[in-house]
Every structure is written in structure tokens, then in C-alpha cells.
């Protein structure tokens, strides 16, 4: 079993900056991909932001030069988030995949239960 716990969510005024973290925990020897997916009040749940086991990155246009996707280890990655928007406002989740593609908009395996992001304008 896989688990995936958010943190770092908060509320900031626009043009600040965020770090989440993700600490994935369980039998991880065969994840491929992590990914940070989020979801606005009223709206589907979208992708942001994907990683694979290489540190190949992959972006959603509305984030590509503000948002981040790190890792410190398999088992700890990171969304450091720059210039937040208002429209960035949602649930933040960390999600991973054991197999190929890794890419923001394909399904996910496992998923955290999300930390909240709320920026004001």
C-alpha cells in the first residue's frame, strides 16, 4: 500500500509564494511518476505539474514559470509555487502512478487527501 500526505497549504496574498510537500510513504520500489493535481471550488480537478523517476518534468501552461516540482528523495517531493494568482486558489493534491506515461492528464494510482490553497487578491 501506498499513502501520500500533503502539506504546506495556506493562504497568502497574491504575488507570494507557497511550498507543498509531499511525503509518499508504503511500497514505493515500483512508482514511476508523482504529480501535483488541484481542484477549484466549483471545478474539475486538473493536473499542474508531473515528475517521473528520471526527473523529467512536465507542466500545465497555466503554471510553466511559477510553479516548481522537485524532490528531495523517492519518498519526499515538492511544489514550490511562485507569483500566486487568485485563480490558484483550490485543493492541492500529490498523486502517483507506477506505470508510463507521466503526464498530468492521465490517471493517477494512488492520491493524498489534499492540503487547501487560498490566495487573495
Known amino acids: 500500500q501506498v499513502r501520500l500526505v500533503e502539506s504546506g497549504g495556506g493562504s497568502v496574498q497574491a504575488g507570494g509564494s507557497l511550498r507543498l510537500s509531499c511525503e509518499v510513504s508504503g511500497y514505493t520500489y515500483n512508482m514511476y511518476c508523482v504529480g501535483w493535481f488541484r481542484q477549484a471550488p466549483g471545478k474539475e480537478r486538473e493536473g499542474i505539474a508531473t515528475?517521473?523517476?528520471?526527473?523529467?518534468t512536465m507542466y500545465v501552461d497555466s503554471v510553466k514559470g511559477r510553479f516548481t516540482i522537485s524532490r528531495d528523495s523517492i519518498n519526499t517531493v515538492h511544489l514550490q509555487m511562485n507569483s500566486l494568482k487568485p485563480e490558484d486558489t483550490a485543493m492541492y493534491y500529490c498523486?502517483?502512478?507506477?506505470?508510463?506515461?507521466?503526464?498530468?492528464?492521465?490517471?493517477?494510482?494512488?492520491w493524498g487527501k489534499g492540503t487547501l490553497v487560498a490566495i487573495s487578491s
Open positions: 498523486a502517483a502512478r507506477e506505470g508510463w506515461p507521466c503526464r498530468y492528464d492521465v490517471d493517477m494510482d494512488y
Open positions: 515528475m517521473d523517476k528520471f526527473d523529467t
